[in-house]
């Protein structure tokens, strides 16, 4: 496999407490892998430690290496902004901004300087169709976007984020504040995106993983336990933890 991201040697510690103990994983692009495993094993921790969002927690301590093409995410003269409009996040509850559909998608382009009418409008029907939303909201652009379903405006932050042209998309368990179609329709959407993304997916529920993920990646107490192609680990699994987790005797 050719990383697009690739971490190893991951320690991060809250204050004294280390809450990953040397994590070594490798992404692939075009491809969607999964972190799993019981709650409070680090996945949301790890997720956060690829676009830097750690660094808004006080007293975090992160060690490790985390290359991204060519770049080192933890340089010094890494731009956080521009960063996060590379490696863009999801996260459990949909957070739209409280304005318009329009303003939402827009946001980080006007925030980059564009202001071209035509460009923008064009961006904003390119993601909202990749967001597999563009239907539902076509009509209703300027409507404010917290009016819409939950899965809808999980679809809208989802096409925040791509427009803005990201290389990787992190979700930190996007569904599972969902009914179970809108999380059909987050799946169906994610699968589609793949075609053009890195997508890294935090998830509880293990049929979305097999269902969606190429790879998997199994935590335990801030280790990493196995990594393998989800289809591989779904019926072979390596460590009795995995299989364990996988069979539903803990978590
Ligand atoms: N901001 C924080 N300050 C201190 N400790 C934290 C903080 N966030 C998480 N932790 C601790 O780090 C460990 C890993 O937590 P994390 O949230 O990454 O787990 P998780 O796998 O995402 O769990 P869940 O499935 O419940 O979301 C836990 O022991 C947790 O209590
Ligand atoms: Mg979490």
Redesign the pocket.
Known sequence: MTALLSTKDVHLA?GK?E?LHGIDLDFADHSITALI?P???????FLRCLNRMNDL?PHTTITGSFQFHEQDIYAPTTNLVELRKQIGMVFQQPNPFPFSVYENVTYGLKLAGHNDRKFLDEQVERALKQAAIWDEVKDNLNKNAMSFSGGQQQRICIARLLAVQPDIILLDEPTSALDPISSAQIETTLMALKNEYCIII?T?NLQQASRIADRTAFMLNGNLIEYDLTSKMFTKPVMQDTSDYLNGKFG
Not at 39 to 45: F, V
């Open positions: 809250y407490k809450a495993g709650s409070g094993c680090g996945k949301s921790t927690i935090v509880h």
